[in-house]
T-cell receptor
């Protein structure tokens, strides 16, 4: 089975950098994804790490270390609009890749 | 842009009623999903379908059923609604590409209250 742990809440200042961690216990997966969800909205895809290391997409970066069962999402130059919930997710490589498991989510509050 | 459309944004139903939640996607995706989202529990998979008339149980299928008669449409059915099914329900779809991340596209959600 899959289990992904995230901090429930994080607060950071506008313009700063924040890291949202995701630790997991899983029997095997294709890669680690991150999704963003604003209050009342749909989750939207942010990034995907198939391999260990850092993936950068603009102000957002995501990191994966399979040996440490750990990943994180890094948000730089924080803006007020980044206030949202962030979910990590894995797609298992057995038993059906469609059975994506999501973490419990981290609510990020950006303050002025 | 991929669009996943859920027919009802807000519903209020009585205990014991049969409830249908409808979802349509416009990108010819093979996979469609129904998730339930509750505070502190994240997104939990109820059912998914990888082809027309095919369905697989997710992590919390009890009390739910699904129907996929056409590729673009996936319905969630609550045979006899109960108060513990009060939640937000998210429909989603994806291409069948596990090696490239299986990006999931979500609808806006349906808020169901069972009284």
């Amino acid at each position: 089975g899959q289990s992904l742990e995230q901090p429930s809440e994080v607060t950071a200042v506008e313009g700063a950098i924040v890291q949202i961690n995701c630790t997991y216990q899983t029997s095997g997966f294709y890669g680690l994804s991150w999704y963003q969800q604003h209050d009342g909205g749909a989750p939207t895809f942010l990034s995907y790490n198939a391999l260990d290391g850092l993936e950068e997409t603009g102000r957002f970066s995501s990191f994966l270390s399979r040996s440490d069962s750990y990943g994180y999402l890094l948000l730089q130059e924080l803006q007020m609009k980044d206030s949202a919930s962030y979910f990590c997710a894995v797609s298992p490589n057995s038993g059906g890749y469609q059975k994506v498991t999501f973490g419990t989510g981290t609510k990020l509050q950006v303050i002025p | 842009d991929v669009k996943v459309t859920q027919s009802s944004r807000y519903l209020v139903k009585r205990t014991g009623e049969k409830v249908f939640l409808e979802c349509v996607q416009d990108m010819d995706h093979e996979n469609m999903f129904w998730y339930r989202q509750d505070p502190g529990l994240g997104l939990r998979l109820i059912y998914f379908s990888y082809d027309v008339k095919m369905k697989e149980k997710g992590d919390i299928p009890e009390g739910y059923s699904v129907s996929r008669e056409k590729k673009e449409r996936f319905s969630l059915i609550l045979e006899s609604a109960s108060t513990n099914q009060t939640s937000m329900y998210l429909c989603a779809s994806s291409f069948g590409r596990p090696y490239s991340g299986n990006t999931i596209y979500f609808g806006e959600g349906s808020w169901l209250t069972v009284v």
